[in-house]
C-alpha cells in the first residue's frame, strides 16, 4: 500500500501538533494503518512566521488549491478556523474525494449536518473528534462506546479557557484581564476570545454534543448562553462560603422527547466532580438510562492533546479505507427536534441583590419570592459598608424558569431593591 498523503489547511497552534505526531508517533501510524504517513503540504497566511515545527522549504503554501485539488492528497486536514471559506474549502475538497478531519465547532455546530451530507454522497469520511474537549475522545464514547443506550443528560465543562480564568480567579485572586491574556499566551483561546468567555465556544461544543448524545438536530440557536465576563469576585467568594465552586458548564438534558441545551456559569457543590476540574483541563459527565454515571475527563485544548485527536481520527479514516466503508458511518438523527419550553426548565438558582438597609425590607423580599412561588434554601443578609444599602444572597430551590424570571422582573421593579447584581443557575446539594 502506498504512503498517505495528508494536506494541512493551517499550521498554527494545532497544525503544528499534527506535525509532531505525524513525525514522532510514525511507527504506531504504520502499524495501525499499515503503510507511512507524511505531510504533503500546508495552507498558511503566512510564509515567513515562525513556527514551532521545522519544516521543508517548499511544504507551506498561500494557495489552497494546492491541497484541495492535488490527487496525490487523500486526506485533508482542516485547522486553520472559520467559517464561511473554511465550509467551501472543505465541500471542495470532499467533491474531490479527499476524506476530511477537522477541529472546527464553529464550522461544524452551524454546517455539521450539510457537510455530513456531502461526505457520505461522496463516499468519504468526516471526523471531527478535536472539535469537542480537544483530547478526550467523547464523541466516539458517544457514537460508539454509547451506542446502545439512551443518553439523557451530558454536563460538561468544554471550554479550556474559561476553566483556566474561573481557576485561576478564585483560587489566586488573579484579575480576569491577567488570566484571560496567559490563557492566549498558552494556547487554549480563540483567536478571538470573546468566544471563549462569552460562552459561545461552549455552545458550539454543546450544540454537537448534543445533536450526537440525544440523536437531535440540535442546532446553535437553541442553546441558551451567557458566558463569564461578569463574574465578580464577590460572586466566587460567596460561591465559597456556600459550599460551592463556580465553572461554566454546559448543560445538555432530556426528559421524555424534551429536551434543553445552555451554557452557563453555574454553582457546583465542591464535593460534585465536575467542581474539582482545574485550569484547562475539561470534562464530560454523561448519564445513560441504563450506564447510569459516567465521565470523561482529559485536556480540552493545547496544541499535542488535540492533535491526538486529529491523528486518531486519520487513523480513523484509514481503518475505514481498508474495509472499504468510508462515509458510511453518518446516519441522520434520529428524533424530530422538541425542546422544552421555560415553564418545563427546573433549577436551582443563586441570586445576589442590593437592597436599601431599611426595617421591613427582607421580610417583603421573602413575600414576594413566596408569592411568585419561588422558595428559598439559603438566605443571606450582609450590610454593605459606607451604604445605606445592604446585600441579600438566596439560593433558592427548584423552580422553573418562567417563575423565576417573573421573579427576577418583579424585584427588578421594586424601588427598595437597588440592583440585581448576579444570577447563577445551581446543580446539585451541598453535603451538610
Ligand atoms: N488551540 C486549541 O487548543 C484548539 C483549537 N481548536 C480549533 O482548531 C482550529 C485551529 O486552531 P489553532 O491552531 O489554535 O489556530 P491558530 O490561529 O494557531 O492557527 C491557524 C492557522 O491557520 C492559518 N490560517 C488561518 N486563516 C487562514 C486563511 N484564511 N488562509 C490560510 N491560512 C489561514 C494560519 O496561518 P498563519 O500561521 O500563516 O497565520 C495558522 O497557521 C480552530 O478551528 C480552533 O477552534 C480545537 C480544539 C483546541
Ligand atoms: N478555545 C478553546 C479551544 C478548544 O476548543 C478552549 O479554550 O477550550
Ligand atoms: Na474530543
Known amino acids: 500500500m502506498k504512503g498517505i498523503s495528508v494536506g494541512l489547511l493551517g499550521m498554527g497552534t494545532v497544525g503544528c501538533g499534527v506535525v509532531k505526531i505525524v513525525e514522532n508517533h510514525q511507527d504506531k501510524l504504520i ?19 515562525e513556527r514551532s515545527v521545522s519544516l521543508q522549504p517548499d511544504l507551506l503554501t498561500l494557495h489552497s488549491e494546492e491541497v484541495l485539488d ?10 486553520m478556523g472559520g467559517v464561511e471559506d473554511t465550509r467551501h474549502y472543505i465541500l471542495r475538497a470532499l467533491q474531490n474525494k479527499k476524506h476530511v478531519v477537522t477541529a472546527n465547532k464553529d464550522l461544524m455546530a452551524v454546517y455539521g449536518s450539510e457537510l455530513l451530507a456531502a461526505a457520505a454522497e461522496n463516499k468519504c469520511d468526516l471526523f471531527y473528534e478535536a472539535s469537542v474537549a480537544g483530547g478526550i475522545p467523547i464523541l466516539r464514547s458517544l457514537v460508539d462506546g454509547l451506542a446502545s443506550d439512551r443518553i439523557t443528560k451530558m454536563m460538561g465543562i468544554v471550554n479550556g479557557t474559561t476553566n483556566f480564568i474561573l481557576t485561576k480567579m478564585d483560587n489566586e485572586g488573579s484579575p480576569y484581564l491577567e488570566v484571560l491574556k496567559e490563557a492566549q499566551q498558552l494556547g487554549f483561546a480563540e483567536a478571538d476570545p470573546t468566544a471563549d468567555v462569552d460562552g459561545l465556544d461552549a455552545a458550539r461544543k454543546m450544540a454537537i454534543l448534543s445533536t450526537l448524545g440525544f440523536s437531535m438536530n440540535i442546532e446553535l440557536d437553541d442553546v441558551h448562553v451567557k458566558g463569564i465576563s461578569a463574574i465578580s469576585s464577590e460572586d466566587l467568594q460567596y460561591s465559597k462560603k456556600l459550599g460551592y465552586t463556580m465553572k461554566l458548564i454546559g448543560i445538555a438534558h432530556r426528559e421524555k422527547e424534551k429536551v434543553e441545551v445552555s451554557v452557563q456559569p453555574t454553582l457546583l457543590p465542591k464535593e460534585h466532580p465536575l467542581a474539582n476540574v482545574q485550569n484547562e483541563f475539561n470534562a464530560v459527565y454523561v448519564y445513560g438510562e441504563a450506564v447510569g454515571e459516567t465521565m470523561f475527563y482529559g485536556p480540552g485544548a493545547g496544541s499535542l492533546p488535540t492533535a491526538t485527536a486529529i491523528v486518531s481520527d486519520l487513523v480513523g479514516v484509514m481503518k475505514n479505507k481498508r474495509l472499504g466503508v468510508n462515509g458510511k458511518s453518518w446516519v441522520t438523527p434520529q428524533f424530530q427536534k422538541k425542546l422544552k419550553e421555560k415553564e418545563e426548565v427546573q433549577a436551582k438558582h443563586f441570586l445576589r441583590i442590593h437592597v436599601k438597609d431599611e426595617v421591613g425590607v427582607l421580610s417583603q423580599i421573602t413575600n414576594i419570592f413566596s408569592n411568585k412561588g419561588v422558595s428559598f434554601e439559603k438566605i443571606l443578609q450582609l450590610p454593605l459598608k459606607e451604604t445605606a444599602l445592604s446585600e441579600v444572597v438566596v439560593v433558592t430551590h427548584h423552580a422553573s424558569l418562567q417563575l423565576y424570571e417573573n421573579l427576577l422582573d418583579e424585584l427588578e421593579k421594586l424601588d427598595y431593591v437597588e440592583e440585581i447584581k448576579s444570577s447563577y443557575r445551581v446543580e446539585g446539594e451541598v453535603a451538610v
Open 31 to 49: 502499524h495501525q494503518i499499515g503503510c507511512p504517513v507524511s505531510v504533503k503540504k500546508a495552507l498558511v497566511k503566512d510564509l515567513h512566521k
Open 70 to 79: 492535488d490527487p496525490e492528497i487523500d486526506v485533508v486536514i482542516e485547522v
